[in-house]
């Protein structure tokens, strides 16, 4: 007897580990094992061209769900319990817990970084605007101080020039 089973990748929450369905006894039903489940394979390459560079954090949790639930359809079609299913996924997810981990803080570095800039540069902006406010105060108690003192001399020689 022929059988067929099929895998789907899931790298980002399986790693290196594969979805693997039940087997199937006719082709035909593999292949529509296949056709429901290979729209949520995603070609993952590694650093930034990877599947969280690519679709984001939240989308994957989306696909996330949506895989599993597909998934353990799949599996239940194809004789086995949905719950079983379920868990065992889960177990080889958890499993890569710390691979995630990994890949979420390298990403929010990567995307934290531009926005690092854009902070310390406003922040320099404020700074510089600050430094010139108080040279503009500054300069400005300076003349209204030299204002009254020129006032006080006009009116000493006024005063002087009256007597």
């Known amino acids: ?3 067929f089973n099929v895998r789907v990748r899931q790298g980002f929450w399986l790693g ?9 006894h ?8 296949w056709e429901r489940l ?3 394979e ?8 990877g599947v969280v560079w690519r679709i984001g954090p939240m989308e994957l949790h ?3 769900s949506r895989f599993k639930l597909a998934f353990a359809e799949v599996c239940e079609g194809a004789g086995a319990d949905r719950e079983t299913v379920l868990c065992k996924i889960q177990e080889l997810a958890a499993e890569q817990v710390g691979h995630r981990e990994r890949l979420l803080r390298y990403w929010e570095a990567q995307h934290m970084m531009p ?4 902070r310390r540069s406003a922040e320099a902006q404020w700074s510089r605007e600050q430094r010139a406010m108080r040279r503009i105060h500054r300069l400005l108690h300076r003349w209204r101080s030299h204002e009254r003192r020129v006032a006080v001399r006009l009116k000493r020689q006024t005063d002087a020039a009256k007597a």
């Open 115 to 118: 926005e690092d800039r854009r």
């Open 38 to 40: 290979s729209v949520f």
């Open 16 to 24: 290196r580990r594969q979805a693997t369905t039940p087997r199937f």
């Open 42 to 49: 995603v070609n993952s390459r590694k650093g930034r061209g």
């Open 26 to 33: 006719t082709l035909r039903a593999a292949c529509e094992a």
């Open 62 to 64: 989306e696909r996330w």
């Open 1 to 3: 007897d022929l059988t």
